[in-house]
């Protein structure tokens, strides 16, 4: 058993067809890159930064953030690491934090609380770019949903390397700036973001919440949260053909997946980039080294036109 599971930890994720897939790991703290690294990762698709500010009573400073950072990029080797800026704010709250808005999810999370606190963003920032003087980091941003909130953190970014410039502090001139999409509105009208950004993941977890205006943490409407849902789907199939249009790359790094029992349903899509718990890795990579990618778009853009509610055992060779 254990032999096997390493013969496929070092196989290639490549479908039967010949598709090469990129599976890569979701972290939530530093240490938890080893695991990802034993476990075949091809790099960090999520390193979930507001883990390192939740359960304390003070912010981490710029160098215990660049310390963790760059732990990482170092740990990776070389692979790519994608690192989201601090996503808090509803279901992750900062200690003594007190929050009063009215609906939390709709509220002033993420980069929308990063771009009302400068300071904290700032400081976020000058972190990550430091650590990029290690290897390739990319910046993610959560929760976008409009086109300024893209361009004030572009110059967020500028101002936080003019700032090391003046330091004499080193980083890469050469970061990639990408998006989580996880707000409807901007799988709809997703052409700006993907011109102005250089890579794209979609939160499925939100997606989804925000889609079907399910709360993904409410127990009485957890039936009513169908990933398959069909305006779902479309919004993937949207986000990822503006990706093959313009030749930007497009993640899935929400719980979907790590979801071995959808890996087909992705791959139908078009979907060539998975981020997920590294515990899931293996048996997605399974699924995906016995695909037939191109007899599966054919399907699944078959179904999407019907407008039905896929079965996934159609997809079943
Ligand atoms: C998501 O929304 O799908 C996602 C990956 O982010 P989080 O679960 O941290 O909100
Ligand atoms: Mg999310």
């Known amino acids: 058993e254990r032999a096997t599971l390493g013969l496929l930890r070092d196989a290639p994720a490549v479908t039967l067809d010949g598709i090469a897939i990129r599976l890569e790991a979701n972290i939530e703290l530093p240490e938890e890159a080893t695991t990802a690294l034993a476990a075949g990762a091809d790099g960090i698709g999520l390193f979930r930064s507001e883990f390192l500010f939740m359960g304390r009573s003070d912010l981490p400073g710029e160098d215990e953030q660049y310390q963790a950072y760059a732990s990482v990029v170092r740990i990776m080797a070389g692979r790519p690491v994608t690192i989201r800026t601090l996503d808090i704010g509803s279901d992750k709250t900062l200690d003594g934090e007190v929050t009063v808005a009215t609906n939390p999810a709709l509220g002033l999370r993420?980069?929308?609380?990063?771009?009302?606190?400068?300071?904290?963003?700032?400081?976020?920032?000058?972190?990550?770019?430091?650590a990029s003087s290690?290897?390739?980091?990319?910046?993610?941003?959560?929760?976008?949903?409009?086109?300024?909130?893209?361009?004030?953190t572009r110059q967020a970014i500028a101002a936080a390397r003019a700032e090391l410039d003046a330091r004499g502090q080193a980083y890469s001139g050469n970061i990639a700036l990408g998006a989580m999409v996880e707000i409807p509105?901007?799988?709809?009208?997703?052409?700006?973001?993907?011109?102005?950004?250089?890579f794209l993941s979609i939160g499925t977890n939100d997606l989804i919440q925000y889609t079907l205006a399910i709360d993904r943490g409410d127990n009485d409407v957890a039936?009513?949260?169908d990933p398959m849902h069909p305006a779902v789907l479309r919004l993937i199939a949207h986000t990822i053909n503006a990706g093959e249009r313009t030749g930007k790359p497009v993640a899935v790094c929400g719980e979907m997946?790590?979801?071995?029992r959808v890996t087909r349903m992705l791959l139908g899509l078009g979907l060539k980039e998975f981020s997920m718990h590294p515990q899931q890795?293996?048996?997605?990579?399974?699924?995906?080294?016995?695909?037939?990618t191109n007899a599966l778009r054919v399907k699944v853009a078959s179904a999407l036109n019907r407008a039905e509610r896929i079965d996934l055992a159609d997809l079943d060779s």
């Not at 963003?121 to 972190?127: V, Y």
């Not at 509105?185 to 250089?198: G, K, S, T, Y």
């Not at 890795?281 to 037939?292: T, Y």
């Open 110 to 130: 993420a980069i929308r609380y990063c771009l009302a606190n400068p300071e904290l963003f700032a400081t976020q920032l000058r972190a990550l770019l430091r």
């Open 134 to 152: 290690h290897g390739p980091v990319r910046i993610l941003i959560p929760m976008i949903s409009h086109m300024h909130e893209v361009y004030a």
């Open 185 to 198: 509105a901007i799988a709809i009208a997703i052409d700006p973001f993907v011109e102005n950004l250089d």
């Open 223 to 225: 039936s009513l949260y």
């Open 257 to 260: 997946a790590g979801d071995a």
């Open 281 to 292: 890795l293996l048996d997605v990579k399974k699924e995906v080294r016995l695909a037939h």
